[in-house]
């Protein structure tokens, strides 16, 4: 996983950016001020809403890169880096509610998090790489409209891509025009083999968000789970032999890890980090739901404008009660088993924290669906007469 130094075409490796970042000096002060909060979970990306998308992805990509010495380690030509990001973040559309840059460096910034729980252990430097382009750049390009519309539709995207996943392709072929523009091509840095790598885990990585596959990737990585377990003497033994409980049996296994084995921990790494939102403090969370259901509304009247199929839910009436009956389904049955199952590899404080959050969200969004219920006696007394 070395770099490739004779590839390196940057002039002076290294030294502009990393010397402006020491001092301060192109990093808006306004966005470092906020960033020390970055490795807590209750970090909240919303709150850099009101700053150009352009300087938060490059300032935290540039962040992100140098906290795991991505840069020093494949000598990274940081211009280039800065223009990769800077040609990223204009990929994204600011007027989508949801699918904006923001969106892709929380992503980004919930990788970081998973990490630092322990899941940095298991990684190379390459592998950490290709998690932070995958997570910035997985949903590039995006015109906020799902696969279902695109079908429906048959849409460019379809035509050109095909039916599978076609979203999730227009988004790599996007990311992948980006990383390979002459004055983005920081990859360059790496060796004929880990950039052959890096192109291949990208790729992966960023298909493997399509949520009509994530049952497939979290089954086989539950399946891993156990495996490893029973091997170590199962969970009894488990939680006899390791004062957390835990650790034994993912230490016992990780310096066996092979590569397949480690792909299937970076999607599951990248999957977290796209869902993890719905698990943060409640503030936060209704906040980023209020704007995917946005999304979701605005599809809608475009699939009535075209005679198309619905498959969003209608903005009003009750409203609220839809958008609490969504998030609590979408809680439930998808992200708490998925975080539940990742973050048993995780240190105990991390794993709680994330855990009791995804338990303070369900039963807050459960309460709402049982207290917004328009069949509910006292809310039709409500609605009808003001009672
Ligand atoms: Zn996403």
Partial sequence: MRANKENNLCESPFAFWWSLHKMGGSTPQALLDRLHKWTEW?????????????????????????????????????????????????????????????????????????LQSGFVRFFTKLDLLVLFVSALGHDTGHFALNNAFLLNSNHEVVQKHGSTSALEHFHLSKLMEVITDDKCRFVDALSPSDHAEFDILVGE??????????????????????????????????????????????????????????????????????????????AQSEAWAELIMVEFSAQRER?????????????????????????????????????????????????????????NNGEIWSQRVIDLDPENASNVCRARFGC
């Fill in 303 to 359: 699939e009535i404008a075209l005679a198309l199929p619905l498959t969003q839910p209608a903005n009003i009436p009750n409203r609220e009660w839809k958008v609490a009956k969504h998030q609590n389904g979408f809680l439930k049955f998808v992200v708490e088993p998925t975080m539940v199952l990742i973050m048993d590899l995780a240190s105990k404080e991390k794993r709680d924290t994330v855990l009791s959050h995804a338990k």
């Fill in 42 to 114: 209750e970090f909240n990306m919303l709150e850099f809403r009101d700053m150009a998308t352009s300087d938060i992805l490059v300032e935290f990509g540039k962040e992100l890169f140098a906290h795991y010495g991505l840069i020093e380690h494949f000598n990274i030509c940081e211009e280039r880096l800065s223009n990769f990001l800077r040609l990223l973040s204009s990929q994204y559309n600011d007027e989508n509610p949801y699918h904006t840059g923001l969106h892709a460096v929380d992503a980004a910034i919930n990788v970081h998090y998973l």
């Fill in 205 to 282: 990585m960023v298909l493997a968000t399509d949520m009509s596959r994530h049952k497939e990737y979290m089954s086989k990585f539950e399946e891993w789970c156990t495996s490893a377990k029973s091997e170590f003497g199962g969970t009894d033994q488990v939680a006899a032999t390791s004062s957390d409980g835990y650790f034994s049996w993912v230490e016992a296994k990780r310096s066996s890890l092979s590569y397949e084995e480690r792909k299937l921990f970076m999607t599951v790494v990248v999957k977290f980090a796209d869902l993890a939102n719905v698990v943060k403090p409640v």
